[in-house]
């Protein structure tokens, strides 16, 4: 009693291709499956890329990110007066 046998297996699929009909199951199947891809695709856009993940992020170190180098600004550094 816990289990079903081949057999009503058989005769509930059979019962619903007869509601269905094989075009509309076709339809859903292919639905299904494009929406598994898509929340698949979702998921991997997502994650961070090794080189991303690699760095944390400066609020959570504390450090403050350095601009990049521009070749025409001079470095100068300033020194309190005494």
Do not use: C, Y
């Amino acid at each position: 009693m816990g289990s079903f046998s081949i057999w009503h297996w058989l005769i509930v699929l059979l019962i619903v291709v007869m509601v269905f009909g094989t075009k509309k199951l076709k339809n859903m199947g292919s639905d299904l499956g494009g929406a598994v891809k898509g929340f698949k695709d979702g998921m991997k856009d997502g994650t961070t890329s090794d080189d991303q993940a690699a760095v944390p992020p400066h609020h959570v170190t504390g450090n403050v990110p350095v601009p990049p180098v521009d070749k025409t600004t001079i470095d100068v550094e300033a020194k309190p007066r005494a």
